[in-house]
């Protein structure tokens, strides 16, 4: 399959990685997350607008300083991860192993230019929502997300999405 990747100047990207086998791990890495993202700011330049981490993959939206840089921060985080994580890959093919990878990331990513406004709100609040989707947590009570700082601006209520809101934002299937 051939994978098309847009850099469009100034743009923000929203971006989907997941766990090899969707292994659900990450939650216990937070720590390693939070500085493989600081390894890779040392990197390239680039902010996080808006994150979530869930148990088996992590939505972005970055805003790379150079729209060309998108995947190499990806590569960054992810080599970087890998290097400093200690898992069990018994389950990996033996192709995988004599390419010396740890099975702990999927080989690709999705990614997604932002296009306008209505584009980034849509993206921001999939992202928020993805607690409430995946293990029906409200966003106000999931703690690995970037929620709270949200509601700090002023960008949602506490509440919101609640449980009757789950179903009509569902319907914004973006993985």
């Not at 060309?68 to 992810?78: C, L, Q, T």
């Not at 980034?120 to 989707?133: G, S």
């Not at 960008?155 to 449980?163: E, K, S, T």
Request: hydrophobic share 35%; charged share 30%; proline share 3%.
């Amino acid at each position: 399959m051939n994978y098309k990747r847009y850099f469009i100047p100034n743009s923000m990207v929203f971006i989907t990685i997941v766990t090899y086998n969707r292994k659900d791990f990450l939650l216990d890495y937070i720590d390693l997350i939070k500085r493989s993202l600081k390894y890779t700011k040392t990197k390239i330049s680039f902010k996080i607008d808006a994150i979530a981490i869930l148990k088996n993959h992590i939505h972005f939206i970055l805003r790379p300083e150079n729209i060309n840089d998108y995947p190499n921060i990806i590569k960054y985080f992810k080599t970087y991860f890998s290097r400093n994580i200690n898992i069990d890959n018994s389950d990996l093919t033996d192709g995988k192993k004599h390419k010396k990878e740890k099975g702990v990331w999927q080989n690709r990513y999705w990614a997604h230019i932002i296009l306008d406004e209505n584009d980034l709100n849509k993206h921001i609040d999939y992202i928020h929502f993805n607690p409430m989707k995946h293990y029906n947590v409200a966003p106000k009570d999931w703690e690995y997300s970037s929620f709270k700082k949200y509601v700090n601006n002023k960008f949602y209520d506490i509440n919101w999405c609640n449980f009757e809101d789950k179903y009509k934002i569902s319907e914004l299937d973006l993985e």
